[in-house]
């Protein structure tokens, strides 16, 4: 997708060490984002779109992580400190959830302080874990953060201090 200064992509390894250097003075405990060490973000290439300005830059990215058949989690949401405020989250957020549609998940959560921003996508704050008891057990087995904290579960839950459960059907 494309507005008229930016457009979102794929992400490629090359993209990396720009996402982790948008992503490093907010990550860690009490942050927005989790912290990811930088081989944890090549092994994540696939799933993150990143949006370039036309020089070809790397000023926002985002990732679609798919968590189970009808559930994904958008995560590691980061644009430019210069650039908030222009759109770039607003179109990666668009373009995250078609990417979603198109893998036919229909259910997006996020773990967010921006409640705002991801209402305007459909978001709604939910209080609860949205999965059936034999999906939880399935889902616990999991060894990704992301999944933990999506699961309430008390090894993160300083991850998640002050941050809102979102979640939009598609």
């Known amino acids: 997708m494309t507005s008229?200064?930016?457009?979102?992509?794929?992400?490629?390894?090359?993209?990396?060490?720009?996402?982790?250097?948008?992503?490093?003075?907010?990550?860690?405990?009490?942050?927005?984002?989790?912290?990811?060490?930088l081989v944890s973000l090549f092994e994540k290439v696939p799933e993150f779109l990143v949006a370039v300005n036309e020089a070809g830059?790397?000023?926002?990215?985002?990732?679609?992580?798919?968590?189970?058949?009808?559930?994904?989690?958008?995560?590691?949401?980061?644009?430019?400190?210069?650039?908030?405020?222009?759109?770039?989250?607003?179109?990666?957020?668009?373009?995250?959830?078609?990417?979603?549609?198109?893998l036919d998940v229909n259910r997006v959560f996020c773990l967010t302080f921006e409640t705002e921003f991801f209402a305007k996508h459909g978001f709604q704050e939910i209080s609860d874990v949205p999965v059936d008891a034999e999906t939880f057990e399935e889902l616990v087995r999991s060894s990704d953060d992301g999944v933990a904290e999506f699961l309430d579960l008390a090894r993160v839950k300083e991850n998640t201090l002050g941050n809102t459960r979102m979640l939009v059907q598609l």
């Not at 979102?8 to 990550?27: C, F, Q, S, W």
């Not at 559930?71 to 959830?97: K, T, W």
């Open 4 to 37: 008229s200064n930016f457009h979102v992509r794929p992400a490629r390894a090359l993209d990396v060490r720009a996402i982790a250097a948008m992503r490093l003075p907010n990550e860690g405990s009490g942050r927005k984002l989790l912290k990811l060490e």
């Open 57 to 102: 830059e790397v000023v926002g990215a985002g990732a679609l992580h798919v968590m189970w058949e009808d559930l994904a989690e958008v995560r590691s949401l980061i644009v430019r400190d210069d650039l908030r405020g222009q759109g770039v989250g607003h179109l990666l957020v668009s373009e995250l959830l078609k990417r979603a549609k198109s």
